[in-house]
């Protein structure tokens, strides 16, 4: 029944085959490391579309007593504030994620470049926060009194705009894949210094950048504590991920400190959302970022394996 | 000349009116207050706002700016903001929040209002300070930065502890017992009524539901101390359940909370019920027993639980869950630090205007309109008054619900439909009724011990909870917590507690 060519490809399939044993049981351990990612989130969707009630008489189930679409229903009547921070989320992300891969690249450019003299001291100028930091409230003074990051959009992302451990990954990534040659010869040819970088080694280094940009970008996504300490007042700012963690800490600190507030704490526990409601944001979260990881995984795929093809 | 004569005119009518707007407020310049709150629900407050500062605009020549901390991001943003010194003029503090009122009286962080030579409650808030009642004046007495005086605003809220247990009547009655069956026993003699309504339930009924520390405190006639971790305490005061005032079984000690022979029994007790099948297993687990807690109360599945008392609350209970609550009191109400000093609100140190901001809180504290605005909304849009004059809730008020108990004198508020007409009258009676503990106004600064604390922290959170509710077996698992304890340096951290509490009584 097969066509010749087949047989003829055969010693090369065998080449880096492995046997049927060891594929099964690299399938099923694969496939088990699969499923210990996919199945709690499966329980998240399943638990948010679970009724309240079902919840109280079994707890969380896979096969809950009763269905109900009443968090979801709840969760759209808060209407503005949660599609306002929606957009807020994203809006953050992407601008946050466009000026930090900028910002990332422009850094780890030039202490790649070898003709660099400077490059071992800012090198270790970036290597050093790493270990070293100022301690929080130094940091809260220095963003909010003097650089002025408070109540706008500017605070939520210009404190992560750039990370040492991402220009360590640019710059190591620029190591790896851009030939000193390449660029020696487009100066040559006449490129000026931004020509190089943004019409030569950009295009090269393009998994790098797919990968900090992921980075960044699921950085920016989850990040709630810049709006904690900056946003106080204009709550119009607030990122969707901490619309999420405020309704998580206050039922965390009823739930340390009801022993000490006694009755008041049922009053608490009124405005408090249901469990469902919690896992239905949670959804809402994380919907949007797992549906960006397709777009970006080719690149990263290619980045994994572009280094090891060298001759 | 005819047009400059028109703007003199025009001039002289402008200033006339101007001078004439600000006549009541003349002698202060405008100035800017912003105030830090606890626990609010607030998502928008614009029409209370403006009200609020049209208000204050003729009363004190101000406007007000407020932050709505909530619960779960309070402690982080006000420290935070305290250290960095933002200008925010008060701060919302007590004896239980991160901005701990005695630790930060201490660090300079609250401007002293009584201060002999810039006594500011002499000078604008002597109408708040004699509408208060003297166990509030007393308690804010600490020993700050600026000596011996006080440091914040105590509000005028549920000012009493009383311990409860919380029954579900409607279950007592079906097994054939009456209130004073409960009233007659004490935790220890339980056992038979348990055990009989555990049998007409059914396996999957557990009829005691507790809250591990709060039951340990009711069993053992122990309090709060104030100053002590907040997350699990380490100490023990005891107090005297028949006299309040008088001193209790151990005199004026502090006791490690795990060591003493009330402990022992009251955990073997506990030990003895769960097995019995009395106390869910549930209970044990510190992440989610609060949310058991609030399940199986709202479903009516429990016959006794704990419950801290604050007024009424039986009557809110009852309608939540739809069965009849009552509370039987486990011991008099008692005032102790952890109450009197329960929710206050301070005057920063960073505050450009501490004169200002203490005429505000003057207002704000016997101004019934100010307090009803900034607590329950604007009349007509948060709130509608009924036929008898009390306030009816509308649907708006979801947008609008800051922490009533955390904002000042909240006797000045109309009384809620729920809560009836007399509401204030039999508050009033209730808490002036409470008498104080003998070591009130002490609160344990631990800054001393913290690396122990820490330490016994973390044991404690290891066995306490598992004691406080029978989930492990005392005999073996007590001895083995207080050899941990005790490597830990639980001596050290009460020995430190003893020689705090010896110097504050020797000072008074």
Request: charge should be negative.
């Amino acid at each position: 029944m097969l066509p010749t060519p087949s047989v003829t490809r055969r010693p090369n399939l065998r080449l880096n085959a492995v046997s049927a044993p060891t594929e099964t049981v690299f399938h099923a351990v694969l496939l088990l490391f699969s499923l210990f990612c996919v199945v709690p989130f499966l329980f998240v969707v399943i638990i948010s579309f679970t009724s309240e009630e079902s919840i109280r008489q079994i707890g969380y189930s896979f096969v809950p007593q009763s269905w109900s679409t009443q968090a979801y229903a709840y969760v759209f009547r808060i209407g503005d504030a949660l599609w306002r921070s929606y957009f807020n989320s994203f809006f953050i992300t992407a601008v946050g994620t466009a000026l930090s891969v900028l910002m990332t690249l422009l850094y780890a450019y030039p202490l790649f470049r070898r003709d660099f003299r400077q490059r071992h001291f800012f090198n270790f100028l970036s290597f050093f926060t790493m270990i070293f930091g100022g301690g929080l409230v130094p940091t809260y003074i220095i963003c909010k009194n003097v650089l002025g990051l408070s109540e706008n959009y500017a605070a939520l992302i210009v404190p992560m705009l750039f990370s040492p451990f991402n220009v360590i990954i640019m710059r190591t990534f620029l190591q790896t894949s851009v030939p000193t040659e390449l660029i020696e010869a487009a100066t040559i040819d006449g490129s000026g210094e931004y020509h190089t970088l943004f019409r030569i080694v950009l295009p090269v280094v393009k998994p790098g950048v797919a990968t900090v940009a992921l980075l960044n970008a699921l950085a920016y996504w989850n990040e709630w504590f810049l709006a904690l300490l900056y946003i106080r007042q204009n709550t119009d700012l607030i990122p969707l991920q901490y619309l999420l963690m405020k309704m998580q800490r206050n039922a965390d600190f009823i739930a340390k400190n009801s022993h000490l507030l006694g009755a008041e704490a049922a009053n608490v526990a009124v405005n408090l959302p249901s469990q469902s409601l919690k896992m239905a944001l949670v959804v809402l979260i994380v919907v949007p970022i797992a549906c960006a990881y397709p777009f970006f995984q080719r690149f990263v795929v290619a980045g994994l394996t572009i280094g090891s093809v060298k001759g | 000349m005819r047009k400059i004569l028109a703007l003199l005119l025009t001039l002289l009518l402008t200033a006339s009116v101007f001078t004439f707007a600000t006549a009541e407020a003349a002698s202060l310049t405008p100035a800017e207050l912003t105030i830090m709150f606890h626990g609010s629900n607030v998502t928008d407050d614009s029409a209370v706002l403006a009200k609020v500062n049209e208000y204050l605009k003729d009363k004190i020549n101000a406007s007000l700016k407020v932050i709505w901390g909530t619960w779960g991001d309070f402690d982080e943003t006000s420290t935070m903001s305290l250290n960095a010194g933002d200008p925010i003029d008060m701060y919302f503090t007590c004896s239980w929040s991160q901005d701990e009122y005695n630790a930060y009286a201490k660090k300079g962080m609250w401007v002293r209002l009584d201060d002999p030579d810039n006594n500011l409650i002499e000078k604008y808030a002597a109408d708040l300070w004699a509408t208060l009642p003297q166990v509030l004046t007393d308690g804010a007495k600490i020993q700050g930065s600026d000596g011996l005086g006080v440091y914040a605003v105590p509000g005028y809220k549920d000012i009493a502890t009383q311990n409860c247990w919380d029954i579900n009547v409607d279950l007592l009655t079906k097994y054939g017992y009456t209130l004073d069956d409960i009233r007659n026993a004490d935790y220890y003699s339980f056992g038979d009524i348990l055990k009989t309504v555990k049998a007409g339930e059914g396996d999957s009924f557990y009829p005691l539901l507790v809250e591990g520390m709060v039951l340990e405190r009711m069993a053992t006639n122990s309090i709060i101390v104030a100053g002590d971790s907040g997350s699990t305490n380490l100490l023990s005061y005891y107090m005297n359940p028949t006299d309040i005032s008088a001193e209790g079984p151990y005199g004026n000690v502090m006791l490690n909370k795990f060591a003493t022979d009330e402990y022992k029994k009251f955990v073997e007790k506990t030990r003895e019920y769960y097995l019995a099948g009395y106390i869910d297993p549930g209970l044990a687990v510190a992440d989610t027993a609060n949310d058991l807690r609030k399940n199986k109360q709202l479903t009516g599945q429990y016959l006794i639980g704990t419950q801290s008392y604050s007024l009424g609350y039986e009557l809110q209970a009852s309608q939540e869950r739809n069965i009849h609550v009552e509370m039987v009191p486990c011991t008099p109400a008692y005032v102790d630090t952890t109450s009197s000093q329960g929710a206050m609100v301070a005057i920063s140190t960073a505050s450009a205007n501490p004169e200002r901001a203490m005429m505000f809180l003057n207002l704000l504290n016997t101004d019934p309109y100010l307090m009803m605005l900034l607590n329950y909304g604007v009349e007509g849009i948060h709130y509608t008054l009924n036929a008898d004059g009390l306030v009816q809730f509308t649907d708006k008020r979801a947008d609008y619900q800051p922490w009533t108990n955390g904002m000042g004198n909240v006797t000045l508020l109309t009384p809620t439909a729920d809560q009836g007409k007399d509401f204030w009258d039999t508050f009033k009676a209730y808490y002036g009724a409470a008498k104080k503990i003998p070591i009130i106004g002490f609160t344990f600064d631990a800054s001393n011990v913290q690396v122990e604390q820490s330490a016994l922290v973390n044991v404690a959170a290891e066995y306490a909870l598992a004691l406080d509710t029978g989930a492990v077996d005392p005999a073996e698992k007590l001895p083995e917590f207080l050899q941990k304890l005790s490597d830990a340096g639980m001596q050290t951290y009460v020995d430190e507690a003893n020689a705090q509490l010896t110097a504050f009584l020797a000072a008074q």
